[in-house]
């Protein structure tokens, strides 16, 4: 709740400094005393539209400070850790207002923008008025007013969940198709290339291989005669072998005769021989070696033809083929794969998409339900406001869909019987309006309410039994959250746990004539009452009449 509401160099007021406490705050005094500036100062702080004039005369600035004490989880706190502003469960909301017409936000002493101050401030207090710029009556506000009278978070939670995985599924599937739309305008081509490189069927290093392979052959023809002729001198026809090996032959039969002269000679001789047979047997491998057959080579040049040819074609090198080929058939694998995730994709979509509208429509039946009871409620609290030939309805329509379901929610009222009903701001006359608001506020006290609530002179031109009905009303709602009224009646005054009167003065020996606020004893509430019973002069039957009035409240 507010519990501090500093305010310096605001129009009409200099220096203000109030504390409050929880229950119901009266403020009363004369019109022109400074009742107004008072909940514009106030809203300023809660992140109104700033405006130079509010600045008073002669200073170049003005400042709204307003201090609220909160539990741990309310979601003004969280809303301020979101913004990384330190709390311990206190908010300071501070706005600076310069001549100029510039402001400066903070909270907790720490800067933000008014939007951030704005957001805050309407989760922390709610004004409601005659006015359309000061009543909170948004109507974009009345669907989750609705949920929480109905007890319906824990479902709009969960269809929020609902939304949000089907939106993900979505963009999971919008990103697939792209895709796909890309691969499969590659996808012939890439079929085209995988079945070439299939066909040529390239093995690792082919390339390589055949060059050396091909380069052999082509060096064996240059060498196979000079080959051929070697061989025919060292194992031909004409070879020294025979001849050879017929000396030694004769020389081994004269070796007992003369061992010392020849055994040298033969030793030779069969050395001689084992090298000629030796070199007649390289001689042999290196000649059939050497023979190839002509087509084979043929065959060598036109598979490497192919291979370079391929090469050329893709941009590769030839020995790069075979990993070329494992990328086209990859590349084809994924584009299935991705046929089958978006068709994967569609059906979980399309299944999510189904349980989103289920829940969705259920809420709605909920809503419908809450609704009924909602009316049924509102309506049993206007007649004792004057209201009793009002209807209000919550008027529940079909609107595309979104996280928090496929419901536009909007509060209407019909305020005669016989005339057309119609959305609350429109229909509804000032203090119509004010009276509509208390009783809606008084059935959803306990639920969604801000903490405190301000009501600015609700009951303008009413009176008696109706005033007395809207103050009693005003003291339920006390018994939940703070409440603070700004009264000329009388009844309602009289139900206040805080009494203050606002008034014009000059302070000490000041000729400066500004708003001064004064918190009431129990004698001067009685005063009080008594002068907005007797105007000018309070007589003796006012002072009786206001005692009464407290007492029967009491």
Known sequence: ??????????????????????????????????????????????????????????????????????????????AARAQEIETDGALILRRIQFADGRTRASINDQPVSAQILRAIGRSLVEIHGQHDDRALVNPALHRQLLDFYGGLQGEVAQL???????????????????????????????RHAQLELDTLAVSENEE?????????????????????????????????????????????????????????????LDAALGALDLAGQALDDALRAADYDPRELEKVEERLFALRAAARKFGVASDDLPA?????????????????????????????????????????????????????????????LKLEGATFMTEIREEAPGPEGMDQVEFWVRT???????????????????????????????????????????????????????????????????????THAPQVAARASNHWRIFKGAEGDSESIATRIKVLAAAQRREEIARMLAGATITAEARAAAKRLIEGTA
């Open 1 to 78: 709740m507010l519990v501090t509401l500093s305010i310096r160099n605001i129009v009409l007021i200099d220096r203000l400094d109030l504390e409050l406490g929880p229950g119901l705050t009266i403020l009363t005094g004369e019109t022109g005393a400074g009742k107004s500036i008072l909940l514009d100062a106030f809203s300023l702080a809660l992140g109104a539209r700033g405006d130079g004039s509010l600045v008073r005369q002669g200073e170049t600035q003005g400042q709204v400070t307003a201090v609220f004490e909160l539990p741990p989880g309310h979601p003004a706190v969280e």
């Open 208 to 268: 390589s291989r055949l060059a050396e392979q091909r380069a052999a052959m082509m060096q064996s023809e240059k060498v196979s005669s000079e080959l051929r002729d070697a061989y025919d001198a060292v194992a031909g026809d004409h070879a020294p072998l025979p001849a050879l090996a017929s000396i030694l032959r004769r020389l081994e039969r004269r070796e007992t005769q003369a061992p010392t002269l020849l055994q040298p000679a033969i030793l030779a």
């Open 324 to 384: 070329l080929a494992r990328q086209f058939t990859e590349n084809l694998r994924l584009l299935d794969a991705g046929e089958a995730r978006l068709a994967h994709l569609r059906k979980a979509a399309e299944e999510a998409e189904t349980r989103y509208r289920q829940a969705a429509a259920q809420l709605t039946r909920a809503r419908r339900e809450a609704a009924k009871r909602l009316d049924a409620a509102v309506m049993a609290e206007l007649p004792p």
């Open 160 to 190: 929020r969940d609902a939304h949000a995985h089907l939106r993900a599924l979505r963009r999971e599937q919008v990103e697939e198709e792209e895709r796909l739309v890309k691969t499969r305008a590659e996808a012939d081509y890439l």
């Open 416 to 486: 005669n019987p016989g005339t057309r009903p119609g959305p609350l701001m429109k229909v509804a006359s000032g203090g119509e309006l004010a009276r509509f608001m208390l009783a809606l506020k008084v059935v959803l006290a306990d639920r969604g309410s801000a903490p405190t609530l301000v009501f600015d002179e609700i009951d303008t031109g009413v009176g008696g039994a109706v005033a007395d009905a809207i103050g009693h009303r005003l003291a339920r709602l006390a018994s939940g959250v703070q409440v603070l009224a700004v």
